[in-house]
């Protein structure tokens, strides 16, 4: 008998098939870039490789049932996700920064977005006073 902590079997479903998307993320970015003959989505591929580790890491410890002798593995993963979010950030910078992409850019995008999120939050609670005054 599997002991309590076992995954079920929608779970490992959902967990292999993540690996497996994740494999077919990375070789679809790398054949972009042999196709596209820009080679910065190489670096996409590259930068993904440490969160797939993590995430083969995390199913080796549930393979055998979060035995306490493999703790260590969640440690691993968790560096292996630290390192994989900055080695996709930066690959991700490289490529914006290759197609023109400018830190000015950043900004400008970054001030249209809050202005947005501040136009439907005013708008939410002009909604809200005015369905206030009419009850």
Known sequence: AEPANALSIPTWIIHTSSL???LVAMGL???YAEASGRPEWRGVT????PLHTSGIVACC???FYNAPEL???VALQAGCTCLGNTTLAYACWRLAAASGWTRGDGRADAEAAWAAVRASFDDTVSDDASSAVQT
């Open 46 to 49: 590259w930068g993904m490789l």
């Open 29 to 31: 970015a790398w054949r």
């Open 61 to 63: 410890y549930h393979l």
């Open 20 to 22: 497996v998307e994740w």
């Open 71 to 73: 703790a260590w593995c």
